[in-house]
């Protein structure tokens, strides 16, 4: 089993960055892929971006893609986002959950990601 806890979102302006940070317990994250989500006030909760369970593997969304990077910490059981060039478009709750299967590549579906953070709202004014 795994838990997820997301931090460092906030108010900021666009143009510039912010880095949200998920921190796991539970001795399968390492095996694990791990995926970013967000979801925007009206909307549905839409994939952003993930990382196979040894960070060989990435996707991306297009509406994010050369704006987000994410990365893992195995050691550290910690998952990154680094949000560069944030649009207004990108305020939403952001979430962090992980794949139920061990040792897959990277997936969008929702459904397949059994474990789920509380989520951290990032906010971007223009």
């Known amino acids: 089993q795994v838990q997820l806890v997301e931090s460092g979102g906030g108010l900021v302006q666009a143009g510039t960055s912010l880095k949200l940070s998920c921190a796991a317990s539970?001795?399968?994250?390492?095996?694990?892929?791990l995926g970013w989500f967000r979801q925007a006030p009206g909307k549905e909760r839409e994939f952003v971006t993930a990382?196979?369970?040894?960070?060989?593997?990435?996707d991306y969304a297009e509406s994010v893609k050369g704006r987000f990077t994410v990365s893992r910490d195995n050691a550290k059981n910690t998952v990154y986002l680094q949000m560069n060039s944030v649009k207004p478009e990108d305020t939403a709750v952001y979430y962090c959950?992980?794949?139920?299967?061990?040792?897959?590549?990277?997936?969008?579906?929702?459904?397949?990601?059994?474990?789920w953070g509380q989520g951290t709202q990032v906010t971007v004014s223009s």
């Open positions: 990382i196979s369970w040894n960070g060989a593997s990435k």
């Open positions: 959950a992980a794949d139920r299967r061990l040792y897959r590549t990277v997936v969008r579906t929702p459904a397949t990601y059994e474990y």
């Open positions: 539970g001795r399968s994250f390492s095996s694990v892929a």
